[in-house]
């Protein structure tokens, strides 16, 4: 079983996937629940009812509680049974919840150690819920990889030119692009920015055939991609005419979050949002379809084609890959990540071994003697 970052928020559904029903999801290789009570509140349990086992997924909503589809057993949104339809409730019949949080219009569950479940801990997406400025077009994808080659594929936008052509200048080359593109790495505590910048550039074809601009305007291009630890992706995408401001140009700013399903399976919600034609249907669903050639029919085979080759193993850093130069970002956020997981795990083992004591006469770590 793989090891994952566990003190941290992961995107576990969007928020209108919770309806009537509730729904089932692996995540992290542990079977969750999500469902929204009469209320509206959202909870997040454990998908095994503690009686036989069966997945509460398959029950159904009654009020502020989930009533197990078996034998009607029902749980409050802690955990803990509120009602035996066949007697006394069991001391012991109780199911692990989980903390969630709902913003952004997504819901995000906490799997680690629920005292260190701090909203303030999820990054920034701010223009998922600015309607007023951008108009959102969400996705999900279920990719059959480990959840890091998704972020080496996000931190390293160089293989853009030649997996997605439709994004490409039509009167220059590949090589071409790639020499007029300025990019840069950078850290900030536990963060990484991947920067790319084009200055006076003529626009792609998306930004011709979507948004309007001539062949013979210019324009500044950016596409930085900036990773909070474990896998979650904010990407600046715009353009705006030579020598204006960014805000006055197109901007295209996307979310793009990866959670683990298993160490060999993601789940890889997207959102991209765009500031002009916000009101054209047209616009919206020309984007969606972009979107979906890219990330499903391009890069999705592509990283899954990977993970085959690299063969049950989702640790990419073991079969020792040649490195380029466009590789600086990707590496930098495993490097993170490892360390983040590293301590994480040290911190657990520490607070596991103060809470052992050893019997009278006998030393941790020592056998005692036969009797």
């Known amino acids: 079983m793989a090891t994952y970052l566990k003190n941290t928020w992961y995107a576990a559904a969007r928020g209108d996937e919770l309806a009537d029903a509730p729904l089932g999801r692996l995540l992290l290789d542990e079977r969750v629940v999500l469902y929204r009570t009469a209320s509206g509140t959202v909870a997040a349990l454990q998908d095994r009812c503690p009686h036989r086992f069966a997945p509460l997924s398959m029950g159904k909503v009654k009020g502020e509680e989930l009533e197990c589809g078996y034998h009607g057993l029902r749980f409050r949104g802690t955990g803990s049974c509120s009602h035996n339809p066949h007697g006394p409730i069991p001391p012991s019949a109780r199911v692990r919840a989980y903390p969630v949080i709902e913003r952004y219009g997504y819901v995000w569950f906490w799997p680690g150690d629920p005292a260190l479940a701090n909203p303030d801990a999820l990054p920034p997406f701010p223009f998922l819920s600015d309607p007023e400025h951008f108009t959102v077009t969400p996705g999900h994808l279920r990719v059959q990889a480990n959840y890091q080659l998704i972020v080496d594929n996000l931190l390293d936008l160089s293989h853009v030119l030649y997996l997605h052509p439709h994004f490409a200048v039509p009167e220059q080359s590949a090589e071409q692009q790639l020499q007029s593109t300025s990019t840069k790495t950078v850290t900030e505590g536990n963060t990484v920015i991947a920067r790319r910048v084009r200055i006076g550039v003529p626009p792609n074809a998306p930004n011709r055939e979507i948004f309007g601009f001539k062949p013979e305007d210019r324009l500044d291009s950016r596409s930085h991609m900036t990773w909070y630890p474990p896998a979650l992706l904010s990407f600046d995408l715009g353009a705006c005419l030579t020598g204006t401001a960014e805000s006055s140009g197109l901007c295209i700013p996307q979310a ?42 391009q890069d999705e085979p592509m990283i899954e084609a990977v993970q085959r080759n690299m063969g049950n193993t989702g640790d990419l850093d073991a079969l020792e890959p040649i490195l380029l130069r466009t590789d600086g970002a990707p590496v930098m956020a495993r490097r993170i990540l490892a360390r983040l997981i590293a301590a994480e795990r040290q911190a657990a083992a520490v607070t596991t071994a103060s809470l052992v004591e050893p019997a009278p006469g006998m030393e941790i770590g020592v056998c005692p003697k036969p009797l």
């Open 256 to 297: 793009h979050l990866i959670t683990p399903e298993t160490e060999l399976t993601s789940h890889y919600f997207f959102a991209a949002t765009h500031n002009m034609r916000r009101d054209d249907p047209a616009t919206g669903r020309k984007l969606f379809e972009l979107l979906d050639l890219a990330f499903r029919h």
